[in-house]
């Protein structure tokens, strides 16, 4: 099956920012973009003129977003389709052969974060391609350092990637994911570890100066250890470590406020219960200021 980076498009703002951004990541990966528009069409409750309407209109969002990206990008292949179905159903179909597939989340007004709806958190957690969740209004230039003079610029170097590790069971997909965008950024990536005292310790011991900084230096330790091939792999990847104490989540919607993408692994789990998506992914999703990616693993 022939890769390419696939961006679900409905017209509305947050998905021509996914759309933008989705361009964007097809040129660095050197991959065509595949735009795709789902409606669910219910044949018996909607006259046919209606039915017909809707379609033109969304063939209209396809065909003009096309024309707008080429405009920006004009070397790069852009495909579109229209998928009769819902659009849970029609992106995880289209994830199959997406690299990665790229949705758009409306933001939360004045508060940083996402507002990512029934369908987004639906595919996320249930395909097993990675997805990026990219919030409305994302600019070029919200991805890079200001300039000299503090400006906002679309000619500097790259924010941070930030990528979410859990090196008790660190996974190759995620780092890879991870280090492979920091490379063709050319920018830093930052890896933060979040780890608390072992429930066995006494109450007391959080107040140990000695044995935190003992634990730190253990944690620290096992981040540099799963990290060391990967730093010999990709040897211009400036790697910074942050083994900190507290919630992975938290201190990872901190490290968003000034990074590039952040990278979190979701463990692909088939329970009876349906497909899950994690607390530290649910929280960098729903908080995070940068696009997320949220890289399935087994």
Known sequence: MTRNVTVGLDGSPASLAAAEWA????????????????????????????????????????????????????????????????????????????????????????????LVGSVGLGVVAQTDRPVVLVRSGTRPEDERRPDAEGRPSAGTPYRDVVLGLDHEHPDATVIAFAFESASRRAARLRVVHGWSLPPYFAYGAATDQALNEELARQEAGAVKAALAPWREKFPGVEVVEDAVIGNAGGHLVDAAADASLVVVGRRIRRTPLGARIGPVAHAVLHHAKAPVAVVPHE
């Open 23 to 114: 361009a964007r990541e097809a040129e660095m990966r050197g991959l065509p973009l595949h735009l795709v528009h789902a409606w669910d069409w219910q044949r018996y409750a909607e006259p046919a003129s209606e039915d017909s309407t809707h379609q033109h209109w969304a063939l209209r969002i396809l065909r003009e977003a096309t024309e707008q990206l080429h405009r920006g990008h004009p070397g790069l292949t852009i495909t579109y389709e229209q998928v009769s179905q819902a659009p849970a159903t029609a992106l995880l179909e289209a994830s199959e052969g997406a690299d990665p597939l790229v949705i758009g989340s409306r933001g939360l007004g004045g508060v940083t974060g996402f």
